[in-house]
């Protein structure tokens, strides 16, 4: 006999699990993972519908108790499957439960109150109601008589006009329904996430030679082996026009498409565009719409009143029965990989729906990740490089300057000499200049203002992170050692950590350019539903000639009357606690520096940083990705970081340090004895880069290995034997693979 688990309800905290049932004879062979059956459930046995989410031959209870599945619905594939299976693997391949990856995969868990727009009609005959009217009058029913009245007039009125304009109040309307005099039609009205009234329609872009030969190109992958593509192209080539020319050919084909965008709010540019050329057949989603409008948007996908969905991470799980292409703008952005359990990442899980759904896949980016590139090179990705500006503009110009001259020539502004002189020449010429800080807030490495050097890990080659208390730790390996004071290389006393904040630096400025309008563009000013948009538009407007901000400033927007680009520290990215700083670095400066030049006139960036010789900052400078990429292989190659090997981190977080600090040694000794090879890396436990967040200790193990699925199997027997060990139960353990 077999048996199916299936969940039949995750809006409830109540049944958050699966239920297991016994699978008639007859359905043995027909029944898959994602089917939609019929089960009776609760003690009245009532009947309702549940999602099977696995198959196994084993039962979990006594057979005699369980109950039997009644039937499988004749529309069992519908997409709510398609993301079941999706979820399934998500589970298997990031390690969750099976509950967390549906909450995933369906963003929307509980049933929001439909919008409705009531209309009122007229049931009586003129005759009719003229003596229902006399009568009305006769009795002072002022308020049914003046909707009687009105009602006469125009044969039916819209239910918020009538209660406001003529006072029918819903008893009044009540009365009139049951006494059969008028009839209420309602009509479900979907929330509209986008003003719609600034959206202006636009006309097919021509395409360039070089746009068209991508286009082309990737049509012919499809019609062949339909590899995920990518397009490598500079900033300002034109990605965007050959993904709608791609998304218009999926619509002509009767399918739909998904456009994946880092943050939404952050690119309200490239969003109003793909509304001028596609209108009504698309939506949005992003993390500041309310609940109610999220609900729509996943209706109108699932009802088949959209046929393209734009927006986050949570885009990707949109219920659309026929998807046909979905688009990773910015495939590099570290926003597509989730901080929660399932720690998945939304690239690898598009790649793997499309491949179940007989979908397609095209990535873009100026600055690919390294996976993604490394994929390309063994051929398992296919490659469009886009080496042009739209129009044949011209690349920005770019200087780097080095902070450590500034210092010893005795200029201690954040702003450089050089920096200063250009902005006042592009302040003259009444054209717009964007500076940006690398990095909100503070870093948490130590550096020397007089030669740069960064005070680092001796064992894993990342910068040690600076704690209260005057230690340096490692968050790889744990490795601590005492602040320093003096600089280990040159001996100099200007050494610590660079704590200059959006804030101090719009201050600064106004202070230095009293006549210039300045707008400053970071968490603090975008806290509002609208934040980013106004300020991105009103910057659009020439309403200011500066724009200062963090990382959000420098994400795919497109200003022609910018013509200066300062990065005020380069360094702020460039030594953190992560392996992937330099790649980082290499995709924000590159990015920042891509803002320029992207109208009529010339462009011009500025990098200032205390290290001007570093590979990252020198190949931003020549926006030379192939150099980056093959001197940043080495160094992963070297040190077993990824994509040269797959590792794993196994994150812990308890109330208690003490029991926290015993659980990763028991979890470490479990992994050196269910895998004992030598080819599996294992490094620490130590601390978290944040070792405490609201009274939880957080610590972690990394491990590094040629193949993914040695990972996954160790994953696994971590799960089980956390299950059959109670002392877990009591902390939170999580795996992320990266």
Same mark, same amino acid.
């Given at each position: ?22 699978? +008639? ?143 029918? /109040?819903? *008893? ?46 990737? &049509? ?105 292409? &979905? ?25 793997? =729906? ?13 600055? +690919? ?79 020397? =203002? ?7 890990? %001796? ?13 340096? /730790? ?18 100099? %006393? ?21 006549? *210039? ?84 006139? %010339? @462009? ?7 290290? +001007? ?71 620490? +436990? ?5 070792? =405490? ?33 109670? @002392? ?11």
């Amino acid at each position: 006999m077999k048996y199916a688990s299936i969940v039949v309800d995750i809006t409830s905290e109540k049944l958050d699990r699966a239920f297991q049932y016994r699978i +008639p004879s007859q359905w043995e062979q027909e029944l898959e993972v994602g089917m939609v059956v019929t089960v009776p459930f609760g003690k009245g046995d009532r009947e309702i519908n549940g999602y099977v989410v696995e198959l196994t031959d084993t039962p979990q209870f006594d057979v005699e108790k369980l109950k039997c599945i009644r039937s499988i619905k004749s529309d069992a594939k519908t997409t709510e499957s398609s993301l079941i299976v999706l979820a399934k693997w998500m589970r298997e391949h990031y390690g969750s439960t099976m509950i967390q990856a549906l909450k995933t995969v369906f963003p929307v868990k509980a049933k929001v109150q439909q919008c409705q727009r009531r209309t009122l009609v007229l049931q009586l005959s003129a005759e009719e109601a003229k003596l229902q009217l006399k009568e009305l009058e006769r009795k002072n029913y002022r308020a049914r008589a003046r909707l009687l009245s009105a009602l006469m007039e125009h044969g039916s009125l819209d239910g918020v006009r009538a209660a406001k304009e003529l006072g029918a /109040v819903s *008893s009044v309307v009540k009365s009139m329904e049951e006494a059969g005099w008028i009839r209420v039609e309602c009509e479900n009205v979907y929330r509209d996430p986008v003003r719609s009234e600034k959206i202006q329609k636009l006309p097919p872009a021509k395409l360039t030679g070089e746009q068209r030969k991508v286009l082309d190109g990737i &049509i012919q992958e499809w019609e062949g082996k339909s590899r995920p593509c990518l397009i490598h192209g500079v900033t300002g080539s034109g990605k965007t026009e050959v993904y709608m020319e791609l998304i218009d050919r999926t619509l002509k084909q009767g399918k739909q498409a998904i456009i994946l965008i880092p943050e939404i709010a952050l690119t309200y540019q490239t969003v109003m565009r793909f509304y001028g050329r596609f209108g009504e057949v698309m939506s949005v989603l992003h993390s500041r719409l309310s609940q109610g409008e999220r609900y729509d948007q996943f209706c109108r996908a699932k009802e088949g009143k959209i046929q393209i969905m734009v927006g986050p991470r949570s885009a990707l799980f949109t219920p659309f029965p026929k998807l046909g292409l &979905i688009v990773i703008d910015e495939e590099h952005e570290n926003t597509y990989k989730s901080e929660i359990t399932p720690r998945y990442h939304a690239r690898e899980a598009a790649i793997w =729906r499309a491949w179940k759904e007989q979908a397609h896949v095209v990535m873009g980016s100026a600055t +690919p990740s390294l996976e993604v590139y490394e994929r390309c090179m063994r051929e398992e990705y296919a490659l469009f490089e886009m080496n042009n500006r739209y129009g044949e503009r011209p690349l920005p110009g770019v200087s780097i300057i080095d902070l450590r001259r500034e210092l010893r020539e005795g200029n201690r502004s954040i702003l450089s000499r050089e920096l200063q002189k250009a902005m006042e020449v592009r302040l003259e010429k009444k054209e717009q200049v964007i500076l940006f800080l690398n990095r909100r807030g503070y870093a948490g490495f130590l550096s020397c =203002r007089s030669c740069g050097q960064v005070i680092q890990c %001796p064992h894993c080659d990342v910068s040690l992170c600076a704690h209260k208390g005057g230690k340096l /730790v490692c968050h790889y390996c744990g490795y601590e050692t005492e602040a320093v004071k003096k600089c280990p290389s040159c001996g100099s %006393p200007y050494i610590g950590a660079f704590r200059a904040g959006t804030q101090q630096i719009q201050e600064i400025v106004q202070k230095q350019y009293p006549n *210039s309008r300045v707008l400053r563009m970071d968490y603090d000013t975008t806290k509002g539903k609208e934040g980013h948009g106004e300020i991105l538009e009103a910057f659009s407007r020439r309403e200011a000639d500066i724009l200062i901000g963090t990382q959000m400033i420098v994400k795919g927007h497109d200003f022609p009357n910018v013509t200066l680009v300062g990065v005020l520290a380069a360094d702020l990215s460039l030594h953190g606690d992560d392996y992937r700083c330099a790649e980082r670095t290499f995709q924000l400066l590159t990015q920042a520096v891509g803002r320029a030049g992207r109208g009529e006139k %010339p @462009g011009e960036a500025l990098i200032q940083t205390y290290q +001007p010789e570093h590979y990252s900052i020198q190949a931003a400078a020549r926006q030379d990705y192939r150099r980056f990429y093959e001197e940043e292989m080495g160094y992963r190659t070297l040190l077993g970081y990824p994509p040269a090997e797959h590792m794993m981190a196994v994150l812990g977080s308890c109330q208690e340090e003490e029991r926290l600090n015993q659980a990763m040694e028991y979890l470490k000794r479990f992994i050196q004895r269910v895998y004992t090879k030598k080819d599996l890396r294992v490094i620490g +436990p130590a601390p978290q880069s944040v070792g =405490r967040v609201k009274d939880q200790y957080k610590k972690v193990i990394y491990l590094k290995h040629a193949r993914e699925d040695v990972l996954i199997y160790v994953r696994d027997k971590l799960e089980q034997y956390m299950e059959i060990n109670s @002392g877990f139960h009591s902390m939170t353990i999580q795996f992320d693979i990266q």
